[in-house]
């Protein structure tokens, strides 16, 4: 009845008897589906971070635009818009005029960026906004 169940040394062993069913995995195929696994997740991680860079991009545009909608408003609203606008030395100080058609807009365009970009406003209302990120010039 208990044939096989001990072997040499008293170590056990044990077998299934006869007929019966034995699940699980061997120790070769849960090793083999850990390096499947690991395999599958080192492919994954790059997609993922892509779709986070140009989630970000998007952000970014999505402000720029706004920007961009925000100095066309300026010039139609403002009666001496274009020359304040060649008064204003720089992209913070053009950010300055633009700041009440701005929507959501903050007290400086540092603040307004998303992090690790930066906004260059034209030297003209009709030029578009420069958006500079991590990767360098964002086309949009």
Known sequence: MFKGILAAGGFGFCRAP???????????????????VGIMAGLATPAISGLSQAGQDQQAISIAQALNQAQQTYQLR?????SNWSNASSSE???ELITGYVPYATDTLADYSPSGYSFTLGATLS??????????????
């Open 18 to 36: 006869k007929g019966a069913r034995q699940s699980g995995l061997t120790l070769v195929e849960g090793i083999g589906m850990i390096v499947l």
């Open 78 to 82: 403002v009666a001496n818009s274009v």
């Open 127 to 140: 030029t578009k906004v420069v958006i500079t990120g991590p990767n360098g010039t964002v086309p949009y």
């Open 93 to 95: 100080s053009k950010y």
